[in-house]
Antibody
């Protein structure tokens, strides 16, 4: 069965960076884009971008351009999302989510359990 | 890309039907048949309930159905049950090849 297991909660100071990992199992890792989505307290889900585990190619939401970097390590079926120059409003639960097997336009189908990142001085 | 608009909350009694709307633009919801719906219980991973406007993944109850008219997609839950109490979000493919999510709706079973 498809499973996405994310790294644990983080507490960071303003201006710092965080790197969240997402280990995939139960399917061919290189066969599906991996998306990153976040949810701030009391807010809706927000798409941050996606990475092709096959090529390493990325597409980032304009809001995060210049601050987010998505990478992957195919040897261990793991995707990473690094967010830099963090502010208090980056406090959120960050999710990885697998692209639907139906194609890039059909959204995501499986989600990780989420990683709480708290930005506080 | 602006978030898709959903009502903040919808409620219903057990056995009733409720409908959650998801309003976008011709650049997302209205332009493509790629709307998905997710159920999200606090502290758990979101679960895909509907994909490509009206299709149910294997294992999802047929009490959940999706539709679309113009720039607005809808999720209907019929025969409402206590276990349906959760947050629900929509998403859509966009004209810039990105994904956009809705503002989220809290469903309460009275």
């Amino acid at each position: 069965q498809v499973e996405l297991v994310q790294s644990g909660a983080e507490v960071k100071k303003p201006g710092a960076s965080v790197k969240v990992s997402c280990k995939a199992s139960g399917y061919t890792f290189t066969g599906h884009y991996m998306h990153w989505v976040r949810q701030a307290p009391g807010q809706g889900l927000e798409w941050m971008g996606r990475i092709s585990p096959n090529s390493g190619g990325t597409n980032y939401a304009q809001k995060f351009q210049g601050r987010v970097t998505m990478t992957r390590d195919t040897s261990i079926n793991t995707a990473y999302m690094e967010l830099s120059r963090m502010r208090s409003d980056d406090t959120a639960v960050y999710y990885c989510a697998r692209n639907s097997e139906l194609g890039t336009r059909s959204g995501v189908d499986y989600w990780g359990q989420g990683t709480l990142v708290t930005v506080s001085s | 890309q602006s978030a898709l608009t959903q009502p903040a909350s919808v409620s219903g009694s057990p056995g009733q039907s409720i409908t959650i709307s998801c309003t976008g633009t011709s650049s997302d919801v209205g332009g493509y048949n790629y709307v998905s719906w997710y159920q999200h219980h606090p502290g758990k991973a979101p679960k895909l309930m509907i994909y490509d406007v009206s299709n149910r993944p294997s294992g999802v109850s047929n009490r959940f159905s999706g539709s679309k008219s113009g720039n607005t997609a809808s999720l209907t839950i019929s025969g409402l049950q206590a276990e349906d109490e959760a947050d629900y979000s929509c998403s859509s493919y966009t004209s810039t090849s990105t994904l956009v999510f809705g503002t989220g709706t809290k469903v309460t079973v009275l």
